[in-house]
């Protein structure tokens, strides 16, 4: 209170709140948590600070926390983080944020370590490869605390390390996942005591577990020279007739004079051979000399004998020709 001695007096009442930026307790706040996979887990966080901080809690990672199998949030608000049935999924650094309007926002990391036995997995437990080529077996563990892993053949005690024969890499993914591992055996050159079973084994504090892996032989291809036979099949040629149809003989000619059929396709055949009865031979068939024809005298009975032959030939061939001419109209 303010006052002032004046008559009368004069007085002043004011009011002083303070603040305090909050502090996370050491004490009562969890540190770093182990716990067995499967079990239940409860983290605290506590503060203090002028008004009473706020506590949040969030994964450093940004993923969702899942407090249960079907519930999973960005972050829960309160002093407690409880989670049950642990598994390996929840393994991480979760932070504890308190804050109360007063700068600064403090946080504490506290990190959630889950412990469970070796677990292999093989993707490929059957391969094949060829005498003399390279393969690689693989193995992928998950464990916690770290495991100890390693390769060997089945029903031997040797480990196999790397060297001339064989190449072992072994690479884990600390920045992701601290608890899994992924293990290559190489085979630089197989030869055929190579073939047959070979063990990944991982081993922790909480349990040992193994693996098995078959290498098989795969024959190589075998290269024949393939023979071609090419077959000439002959073109077998197919002639086709080509059969001219007959043309009908032109229609005989009547001739106006004698009232009978003369056959023009006759007519030059019977001159030429009527010339021939004319002139007759001009040798002598005994002797075989050559007879002068102004010395011999046409033989008028030959003549009309050859005539009279000629005109029944003619007629005959005319009666032939007429039957042929009607035989073919009627088949038309």
Not at 289 to 305: E, V, W
Request: proline residues 6%; aromatic residues 6%.
């Amino acid at each position: 209170m303010c006052q002032i001695n004046t008559d009368p007096m004069l007085s002043q009442v004011g009011r002083l709140k303070v603040v305090v930026p909050p502090d996370i307790l050491d004490y009562p706040t969890s540190t770093d948590m182990v716990v067995r996979e499967g079990n239940n887990v409860s983290l605290r966080c506590a503060a203090n600070g002028s008004p009473t901080p706020n506590i949040t809690w969030k994964r450093e990672s940004t993923e969702k926390i899942a407090l249960s199998t079907d519930e999973k949030v960005s972050s829960v608000n309160g002093s407690f983080l409880n989670i049950t049935k642990v598994n390996r999924l929840h393994m991480g650094a979760y932070l504890c944020i308190a804050s109360n309007g007063v700068p600064p926002t403090v946080s504490k990391r506290i990190m959630l370590i889950v412990h469970f036995p070796p677990m292999i997995m093989i993707y490929n437990q059957l391969l094949g490869a060829e005498e003399g080529s390279q393969a690689t077996l693989e193995c992928h563990f998950e464990a916690f605390p770290k495991s100890i892993n390693y390769w060997t053949r089945e029903n031997r005690d040797d480990i196999i390390s790397s060297g001339e024969k064989y190449d072992v890499s072994i690479s884990d993914n600390l920045h992701v996942d601290a608890y899994k591992v992924h293990m290559n055996l190489t085979i630089k050159e197989i030869a055929p005591d190579d073939y047959g079973f070979y063990k990944c084994i991982s081993k922790n504090s909480l349990g040992t577990t193994d693996g098995s892996i078959k290498l098989y032989r795969i024959d190589r291809p075998t290269t024949t020279p393939t023979t071609t036979t090419t077959t000439t099949t002959p073109l077998s040629t197919v002639t086709v007739d080509n059969k001219t149809k007959a043309r009908p003989k032109p229609p005989p000619t009547i001739a106006t004079n004698f009232n009978e059929i003369i056959d023009t396709s006759k007519s030059v055949a019977n001159e030429k051979r009527g010339a021939q009865l004319v002139e007759g031979p001009n040798t002598n068939a005994k002797t075989g000399r050559k007879i002068n024809d102004a010395g011999i005298q046409p033989d008028k009975t030959a003549q009309s004998m050859s005539s009279r032959n000629s005109a029944i030939l003619s007629f005959m061939s005319s009666n032939v020709l007429v039957f042929v001419i009607i035989f073919i109209a009627m088949l038309w």
